[in-house]
């Protein structure tokens, strides 16, 4: 079983930037970021490919979050530029155990996160 733990998160205002990290216990292959707001449901945000080859990106974050990775490191990063107040959520990210589409739906991942806390202030 893998073990995955997010750091980074913490509190920036409006336009700013942060970089969440999330750090695995052994080898994962697909791996993403996914969010989720007090009385929301969980939204995708990014996932990448285990080469880091292939991306994809929620609507509501293109252009202003990259995802990446470091397979030395087992670690994959969320840089998240030009905050807005509505990015506030808990982040979390999730891996897969095999090889997958990087547009696979957040169910089938197989190994999650506890999250961090992303606040952004107006």
């Known amino acids: 079983q893998v073990q995955l733990v997010e750091s980074g998160g913490g509190l920036v205002q409006a336009g700013g930037s942060m970089k969440l990290s999330c750090a695995a216990s052994?080898?994962?292959?697909?791996m993403a970021w996914l969010r989720q707001a007090p009385g929301k449901e969980r939204e995708f945000v990014a996932a990448i490919s285990y080469r880091g080859n292939y991306t994809y990106y929620g609507d509501s974050v293109k252009g202003r979050f990259t995802i990446s990775r470091d397979n030395v490191k087992n670690t994959a990063y969320l840089q998240m530029n030009s905050l807005k107040p509505e990015d506030t959520a808990v982040y979390s990210c999730?891996?897969?155990?095999?090889?997958?589409?990087?547009?696979?739906?957040?169910?089938?991942?197989?190994?999650w996160g506890q999250g961090t806390q992303v606040t952004v202030s107006s």
């Open positions: 999730a891996a897969t155990q095999t090889i997958r589409d990087v547009r696979l739906a957040p169910r089938f991942y197989d190994f």
């Open positions: 052994g080898r994962t292959f697909n």
